[in-house]
């Protein structure tokens, strides 16, 4: 996939949901990381229980 393919790619997306929310509860862009490899595996509601106490 070349660069401009994946301009064409994210500029499809930002145009789609300009402005993307999530329901995962973060503080930093690392607990996001953690939670969004965690969401792979569990539900949000889930992951959110679970990194509470993180």
Same mark, same amino acid.
Request: glycine share 2%.
């Given at each position: 996939?070349?660069?401009?393919?994946?301009? =064409?790619?994210? !500029?499809? /997306?930002?145009?789609?949901? &300009? =402005?993307?929310? !999530?329901? /995962?509860?973060?503080?930093? &862009?690392?607990?996001?990381?953690?939670?969004?490899?965690?969401?792979?595996?569990?539900?949000?509601?889930?992951?959110?229980?679970?990194?509470?106490?993180?």
């Amino acid at each position: 996939m070349n660069k401009q393919k994946r301009i =064409e790619i994210f !500029t499809r /997306l930002r145009d789609a949901n &300009p =402005e993307p929310t !999530t329901e /995962l509860n973060y503080s930093t &862009p690392f607990e996001l990381l953690v939670a969004v490899i965690l969401s792979a595996q569990a539900t949000d509601v889930g992951v959110n229980k679970a990194t509470a106490k993180l």
